[in-house]
């Protein structure tokens, strides 16, 4: 029997792990870490090694190249979640026999390790053999790119789960029939995580029989091709053998060689309550129609209700009661045992008479959430427990006169009140019911029926067979404008706005004609010539002879519902503030423009824009003042635009210009040029006259890209050079700019995992009293230096990190590594440590920003006083509610806030009003020329004094000569920093640099 030996700090995983080898049949046994992991080797042999590659204090790399000079024999399986090319390479060659990515499948494991045992027992001579052996290092080659390709794979899964959201997200492995099923996917049919195996059977088994022909249909016209997206909404089962209505969406993310799929990725959502709401109102569309055409008996009817009734709501038992003089007699409940039925039958109605004999005397709706023990049940909750029911919700039956007919009620078998759904179908059930009970079987009952729906909010119509109005009901009146005199005899073609026979109408006429109901939607006229839309049911009402005798015409006004959908198709694809395309219509023209010239063999260009310095707009005439300006912006570009050109606007200051049909690269060029020309001239806001200009990138198709990303990304690319150059001007995509988004996708690479590889370190320069030179604290920097890239500049990566939203884990890193040095120091300082840290602006959307401070202080034993957090006017210009919460609970936690680079903005005291700040830093830029320029000087001494006067010490930034540092001391500044007394030292330094000064001192 082989002994496998399992490294890895995750518990769940060694415990999985071990499961899987000890079905297997294998001996097993686990270590936390390396140095167990080398003690358990030495004083035991092991065939197999499985290890995780990123363990405590050493990685598993290094374990392999300790396990092979201890025990060469020994086979090495590694395994890690966060794959690249280099490590799997790296690790073949350090000897590793196999490398597999996190989650590992069982089978996936099971075989390698199986793979490694047999290559273990072959011996030394003929595992070196088969080493040598070219072909096995070519399955090596494969075998690494194999397990890369699956991390991706999984990267790639893990992403569109974040897309889905709260959808169920599904993987599937076409050719092996493998899926992956997300936690929600199960969760959506009431199964737990270990419930359902990764197999498609698990799928196909669920999906209702009745529409398994559709999803199939529509998966096929996918795979052929035919459709970009695999879609489909079919019923699937649940664990306790319900069905769920699935709206299941998906693609083919990638294909064999023959141009067969291979992967697919889709979702799954819960469409239940729009379907069932969907088929509540087509089963009242139906009940409406077995009403008009009066071929159907009121039992039927009745059943019909209660199985929609049962249908909708699972666990309920559906009755309905019919009310002769004072007593309930049965109606319907085929549900309902027999015997219960009986014992209802007769009940006399009262104040206390259950739910049902209740609502009919009190004329009102009654609930019941449990019958055992409600007053109205008094005489009748044993029925309950007989009868396997707890709850009962009765709605009266009402006639159209406001007499009680009858009840409609639903038992449920467990507790509890009804919601907005049950609700609505007791009302909707009664409802329906009362027409029933009122209806006739004669052309009397017709125009009685006519009178039960007068006031109906639902328009009804009445004609011969010639479609000549017999009847209107109030509500036509009151929609339509015409009086029923007015119409009577007339065809109720004259509402419509087009009077002609259109091939539309025709179809219509020969459906009613043939016996059929028709449903559509039509625009009509009212009296007075407005146009609303209607939704137009007609359907034939036959008399007691199976012949047509009179047609019957539903209309409901559904104008604001246009409206609407107008208002939202509008709303999805046009800028709600510009009125230009927005980014999805723009794209999706953009794509258009693609293919036409792709088929015509021209060019197309991309021109993206940004408005120069509109965030001070905003910042410093408000909201309102920015949304015009950009309003005249949008007008002048769609002045400056050719006639079929796109002008768009992808959101903020930033729109796009889409010219086709191009034969020169050149061509863009003079509505370029018209553009600048047109932001030249000043825009006019509210008698005032605001200069604002745009700097403009510039694609060209196919030169710099042959898709939609990559053409933006140029664009936008150029776009940040031409601001580079100076604002107001234009710069075309070119290979220079290519290598610097070649640069920045290389630092967001690196960036990822650069935290746990420790290639993050904090660096700090001193603070020093300007009035006796004692050192006060510190200021804590972040450095970045990357085996690859080497020394990477805080303002080349910072930006990077926000934008990526890595910058909350490195700033927390900050922090507590700060905070830790200024725990070192506290005890050799007299006056302690003080530690200042800066702070992003994307640091405070983290909801746990200010418990975690509070947590780390705790932690390192630092006074919160000691803390000082540096923030720039970029936190406090977005006015959001969470910053100024944060702040505030920061303060009172006793921590120092510093508004940093200040006077380099243009609020600044406005924010030194509002928010609690302590310290306020001037930017190195004025202290830079205050020996030799009298204005920065100036500056210095208003600067101080308002801090003063505000109670607020004054740090000085980028103090780098003596002169410098006299000058500052004249003026009262109360601390500096810079050059002139240290630069940035990691810790230990500071450590040693701090106690050597204050001896000095």
């Known amino acids: 029997m082989s002994n496998i030996l399992i490294v890895d700090d995750e518990e769940s995983i060694r415990i999985t792990l071990k499961e899987f080898l000890r079905d297997a049949g294998y001996e097993v046994d686990a270590a936390e870490d390396v140095e167990l992991a080398m003690k358990m080797l030495a004083a035991r042999d092991f065939d197999v090694v499985v290890s995780d590659i990123i363990l405590p204090r050493i990685t598993g790399l290094a374990l392999l190249k300790s396990i092979k000079e201890a025990s060469p024999q020994v086979e090495v399986i590694l395994m890690t979640g966060e794959p690249t090319v280099e490590t799997a390479s790296e690790a073949v060659r350090a000897g590793a026999f196999d490398y597999l990515s996190k989650p590992v499948s069982k089978n996936r494991f099971l075989n390698a390790v199986a793979n490694a045992v047999k290559l273990k027992a072959l011996g030394d001579k003929a595992r070196l053999l088969v080493k040598k052996n070219h072909r096995y290092q070519e399955n090596l080659e494969q075998l690494v790119n194999k397990r890369t390709e699956e991390l991706q794979e999984s990267e790639e899964r893990w992403h569109f789960a974040l897309d889905g959201n709260r959808d169920g997200v599904w993987d599937w492995n076409v050719l092996s029939g493998e899926v992956f099923y997300s936690k929600r996917w199960k969760e959506m049919r009431g199964f737990s995580e270990d419930e359902i195996s990764n197999h498609l059977d698990e799928w196909d088994k669920r999906i209702h029989p009745d529409d398994k022909a559709t999803v199939y249909a529509d998966l096929n016209r996918h795979f052929s091709h035919e459709t970009p997206y695999y879609e489909n909404e079919h019923r699937t089962q649940c664990k306790d053998g319900s069905y769920k209505w699935i709206s299941s969406r998906g693609k083919v993310v990638s294909w064999t060689d023959d141009h067969k799929p291979q992967r697919m990725i889709g979702t799954h959502r819960d469409i239940t309550k729009r379907k069932q709401a969907e088929m509540l109102a087509s089963e009242r569309r139906g009940i409406l129609e077995l009403i008009s055409r009066g071929n159907a008996s009121q039992t039927k009817i009745f059943e019909r209700l209660i199985q929609i009734a049962e249908n909708h709501c699972p666990k309920v038992r559906a009755s309905i009661l019919l009310l002769d003089g004072n007593t309930a007699r049965s109606g319907a409940a085929s549900s309902m045992p027999d015997d219960f039925n009986a014992l209802v039958d007769g009940l006399q109605i009262g104040p206390a008479a259950g739910s049902c004999g209740t609502a009919m005397y009190r004329k009102a709706r009654v609930v019941v959430a449990e019958v055992r023990t409600d007053p109205l049940w008094a005489d009748f909750s044993h029925l309950g427990e007989e009868y396997g029911f707890r709850a009962c919700w009765s709605e009266p039956i009402m006639g159209a006169n406001g007499t009680v007919l009858g009840s409609f009620a639903l038992y449920h ?103 059929k109901s028709w449903q559509g939607e039509f625009q009509t006229k009212k009296k007075n010539g407005e146009i609303l839309w209607e939704s137009v049911h007609i359907a034939p009402v036959l008399d007691v002879s199976g012949i047509t005798a009179h047609y019957l015409t539903v209309l409901e006004d559904i104008t604001l519902r246009k409206q609407q959908e107008q208002k939202l198709l509008q709303q999805a694809h046009f800028d709600a503030l510009t009125h230009l395309p927005n980014r999805f219509l723009s794209l999706d023209r953009l794509s258009q423009l693609l293919k036409e010239a792709q088929r015509d063999k021209t060019l197309v260009a991309v021109l993206f824009l940004d408005l120069d310095n509109f965030k001070k707009v905003n910042d410093t005439l408000g909201h309102e003042t920015g949304d015009k300006l950009l309003m005249e912006a949008a007008l002048r570009l769609s002045q400056v635009a050719r006639s079929g050109d796109t002008v768009g606007r992808l959101g903020g200051d930033e729109f796009i210009v889409l010219l086709g049909g191009l034969l020169n690269a050149n061509d863009p060029r003079p509505v370029v040029n018209n553009i600048l020309e047109q932001f030249r001239a000043p825009f006019i806001i509210a008698d005032r006259e605001l200069v604002l200009t745009t700097s403009i990138g510039v694609s060209i198709f196919p030169r710099d890209g042959g898709d939609i990303s990559k053409l933006l990304r140029c664009a936008d690319t150029a776009m940040y050079h031409a601001k580079n150059l100076g604002r107001n001007t234009v710069a075309s995509f070119n290979d220079t700019m290519n290598h610097e988004v070649s640069r920045r996708l290389a630092l967001e690479e690196q960036m990822y995992g650069a935290l746990d590889r420790n290639e993050f370190s904090v660096s700090y320069q001193p603070m020093i009293e300007v009035s ?44 507590t590594t700060a905070l830790g040095l200024c725990a070192r120091m506290h005890p050799f300082h007299d006056s302690g440590c003080h530690m200042a840290v800066n702070l992003s602006p994307l640091q405070f959307r983290d909801p746990e920003l200010v418990h975690f401070i509070q947590k780390v202080l705790q932690q390192s034993g630092v006074p919160a006083e000691s803390l000082e957090l540096e923030i720039t006017e970029g936190v406090l210009m977005s006015g959001h509610a969470y910053v100024t919460d944060a702040l505030a609970a920061l303060s009172d936690m006793g921590v120092s806030l510093s508004m940093d680079d200040f006077g380099t903005g243009y609020s600044s005291l406005s924010y030194l009003r509002t928010y609690p700040f302590d310290v306020l830093k001037i930017d190195r830029s004025f202290i830079s020329d205050i020996t030799e320029d009298p204005a920065d000087r100036a500056l210095i001494d208003a600067t101080i004094a308002m801090a003063h006067g505000l109670n607020l010490k004054v740090v000085a930034e980028g103090v780098e000569t003596e002169e410098q540092l006299a000058c500052l001391k004249k003026r009262g500044c109360d601390y500096a920093q810079g050059y002139f007394f240290a630069k940035p030292m990691p810790g230990d330094e500071l450590f040693e640099w701090m106690l050597k000064r204050d001896e000095g001192l």
């Open 772 to 815: 006796g030179g004692r050192v006060v604290g510190a200021e804590a920097l972040l450095r970045w230096h990357n085996p690859a890239l080497g020394h990477i500049s805080p303002e080349e990566f910072i930006p990077i990190a926000e934008q990526t939203g890595l910058i909350v884990p490195i700033g927390q890193f900050v922090i």
């Open 413 to 515: 078998e467990q507790a509890g009140y009804p919601g907005q759904a049950e609700i609505h179908l007791i009302e909707s059930m009664a409802y329906l019911a009362g027409i029933i009970i009122e209806r006739k079987q004669s052309e009397e009952q017709i125009r009685m029926l006519s009178q039960a729906i007068e006031q109906s909010p639902i328009s009804v119509v009445i004609t011969d067979t010639d479609l000549n109005i017999e009847y209107v009901n109030s509500s036509f009146e009151k929609v339509s404008g015409y009086r029923l005199e007015e119409v009577i005899g007339r065809n109720p073609r004259m509402l419509n706005v087009d009077k002609t026979r259109t091939p539309r109408c025709e179809a219509m006429w020969q459906t009613i004609t043939g016996g």
